[in-house]
């Protein structure tokens, strides 16, 4: 029997900590997905694993939207940690730790690593130009200035320059180093094009971090210093520090560290995950992670990527439900469906596009199919020949074996890869060779022609292949493996999954087969998708009908759809100095960075009384500079001549929500 590599050894995963203005979509999931599989595979292999997730709850932006919603920031960061628990729970996500950066232990990290690292000299005090207003006690950039003066409405003097103290990180230092450590450890960045990225960024030198902010009570403050709050990058990437003990719980963090992966979006690799993150870790005389993946992005049909701040997201749990609907499986198994689309359908690394149209035509062919079928066929020949009794493998069985080991050693090497794709389309090729061997050895003209002893050993491989299959589609698609381990009796033998027993003729025997209905029913995708489409022909008729309403001024339906109208709340209101009729307003749209929009209310509106209106913003229009200041939108109102009454929602709405 084949034995683990080492039946200690331990694998730590981890995923980034996901903000919690956001709620869970499917881009999150992909990631967390992704190191799910990896980690019960490795789990299926014998080690010891860690696989941790967790939350970024500080920052502005939480307390921001705390306030907003008229709630504490920590009832506000409960809510959402809760509903990032609740969706990996619902998508089968086995993890082992969740970390909250506003837990205590965390935070007790990160002011213990801000004060080795001041030791260290890798922290210094230093200087940050800016703005300062003296009667506001406030720091300001450049770009909080609204013409040159205090922002603040109240206020609106003049500032003076100043240089505010602030604390850097030593990123710079390590530069050298990190150049060597790249070329020396190709496994370190992943994918191949990404290391390459990544190089040539460093090599055009790296600049030291500011890792402070002029303190908000909702951040960690420095330490000794209650006039700063450690900048939330510096103190999120600490996490994966703090998840397994740091400093103080040794034996546990020896056991973990380094992680053996990381897994995260390109979109913050290279300043992040690639720099800032192992330069820390050099600062502090700790090693590097393995490997460090970046994954694609998961993108539209119209090539957007799908983030919060489009729009656009995807609920997976609802799309999961949506095809339970659609196909009549479980909800378990169309979650696996969902799942198995994401880890197949791209190569780990690259961008995919999401579209009802893939996850139904991958579900019909290689799940319903292909695995279904396999599936489907032996159970009711085991049923009708052999009384439901897995047989005694006798001579002639284990005709398989040299395919299980082939395709066993292929998904080994690609699972080392991370190349979630390629090891499942190496278990495909077992599906079809199990697909084959039916068709080929016919068992039904063994039993016609009574040839028992051959029937049994071409049945028991059949059944034994898949086992095997089971097992190894288990890191993908556990609700499934566990389906189809309880139809072929084991669950009730009580035998445990493992990798090792990914080889012939190991199937017990004795055992009795459990019915079951289909695990993937087919789809009858040109029917769903007209339902699907049902609304954009719908769309398309009405347009029709438009342009024949004879000499109407009309627009097309596509012209219209050229405005992106998304829900603003608004977070500040000031006056333009000098002008009687401009206002700034600072608008959340639900993206990384608030909007800065010049609206010509002020003689109707009073600032104060715009705060946090859930306004309608025109988000893709040029910006413009209008009296000197940015404008990077334009909030509806009406009245021709003048602003009359200002466009709202009628109740709450989340910054961002598209209007359509
Ligand atoms: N809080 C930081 C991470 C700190 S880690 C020390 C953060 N959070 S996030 O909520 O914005 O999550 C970003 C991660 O979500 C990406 O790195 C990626 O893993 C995942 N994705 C978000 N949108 C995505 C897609 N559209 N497609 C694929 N993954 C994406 O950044």
Redesign the pocket.
């Known amino acids: 029997m084949r034995q683990a590599e080492s039946p200690t050894k331990s694998y730590y995963i981890t ?5 919690v203005n ?1 709620l869970p ?4 999931s ?2 967390t997905i992704a190191a799910d599989c990896q980690a019960r595979y490795h789990r299926l292999l014998g080690e010891s694993v860690l696989f941790s997730t967790g939350t ?1 709850e500080h920052g502005q932006k939480v307390a921001r939207s705390a306030e907003a919603r008229g709630i504490e920031p920590q009832q506000f960061a409960d809510e959402v940690a809760s509903a990032f628990q609740q969706m990996w729970e619902r998508l089968h996500i086995n993890y082992d730790r969740f970390i909250r950066t506003t837990h205590r232990d965390h935070v007790a990290t990160v002011q213990h690593v801000f004060g080795q690292l001041v030791e260290t000299g890798d922290i210094h005090l230093g200087e940050y130009q800016g703005w300062y207003c003296v009667p506001c006690e406030t720091y300001l950039t450049e770009g909080e200035l609204v013409n040159g003066c205090c922002p603040n409405p109240e206020c609106q003097r003049e500032v003076e320059q100043t240089t505010q103290e602030a604390y850097f990180f030593r990123t710079s230092a390590y530069a050298d180093r990190l150049i060597e450590h790249i070329e020396n450890h190709p496994q370190f960045i992943q994918p191949e094009s990404r290391r390459n990225e990544v190089l040539s960024f460093v090599k055009e030198g790296l600049r030291d971090a500011c890792i402070s902010r002029s303190r908000m009570e909702w951040d960690i403050p420095v330490p000794d210093d209650e006039s700063q709050s450690v900048y ?2 510096f103190e ?2 600490i ?2 520090l703090s998840q397994v003990g740091y400093p103080d719980e040794l034996d546990e963090f020896s056991k973990w560290w380094p992680p053996q992966i990381q ?6 690799l290279t300043r ?2 690639a720099t800032l ?1 192992p330069a820390m870790l050099m600062a502090l005389d700790l090693p590097l992670p393995e490997t460090i993946f ?6 539209t049909a119209q090539g957007e ?3 919060k701040s489009r729009g656009n997201v995807l609920d997976p749990y609802e799309v999961a439900q949506e095809l339970a609907e659609i196909s009549g499986a479980t909800t378990a198994v169309a979650v696996d469906s969902l799942r198995y689309f994401l880890l197949r359908e791209v190569t780990f690394g690259l ?2 596009s999401f579209s009802w149209r893939g996850v139904l035509t991958r579900f019909n062919s290689d799940l319903a199919n292909d695995l279904g079928n396999l599936l489907n066929r032996t159970l009711p020949l085991v049923d009708r020949y052999l009384n439901k009794i897995v047989p005694e493998p006798g001579p002639g069985a284990g005709e398989l074996a040299s395919e299980i080991e082939r395709v066993r050693s292929i998904v080994e090497q690609e699972m080392a890869e991370s190349d979630f794709s390629a090891a499942l389309a190496a278990i495909w090729e077992l599906v079809a060779s199990g697909n084959k061997f039916l068709d080929s050895r016919e068992p039904w003209t063994l039993h016609k022609e009574a040839k028992q002893v051959e029937l049994e050993a071409v049945l028991y491989d059949v059944l034994d292949c898949v086992r095997v299959l089971a097992i190894m589609v288990a890191p993908f698609m556990p609700a499934v493996a566990d389906e189809i381990w309880r139809q072929l009796g084991l669950q009730s033998g009580q035998v445990e999954k493992s990798w090792d027993d990914c080889r012939a003729l190991a199937l017990p025997s004795g055992i009795t087969i459990e019915s079951g209905r289909p695990i993937f029913p087919r789809v009858d995708i040109k029917r769903t998708m007209d339902r699907l489409q049902g609304q954009s022909e719908r769309t398309e008729r009405a347009k029709q009908e438009e342009a024949a309403v004879p000499g109407g001024n009309s627009i097309a339906i596509e012209q219209f759809a050229q405005v992106e109208l998304r829900v603003g709340t608004v977070l500040e209101a000031h006056r333009i100095p000098g002008s009687d009729r401009l206002l700034r307003l600072i608008v959340d749209l639900g993206e990384e960075e608030n909007r800065q929009i010049v609206a010509g209310i002020a003689a109707q509106f009073n600032p104060r009384e715009l705060l946090n209106a859930n306004v309608v913003v025109v988000a893709n229009l040029e910006p413009a500079t209008i009296h000197g200041v940015e404008s990077q939108g334009m909030i509806l109102a009406a009245g021709a001549e003048k602003p009359e009454a200002l466009i709202v929602t009628d109740r709450d709405c989340k910054p961002g929500t598209v209007i359509r």
């Open positions: 995923t980034p900590i996901y903000y956001d979509h499917i881009g999150h992909y990631t970024d939330v990058w999120a990437l996490s994966y897994l995260l979006g390109k979109d913050i992040f995950h993150w970046a994954h694609g992005w998961w993108i990527k799908i983030s961008d995919g």
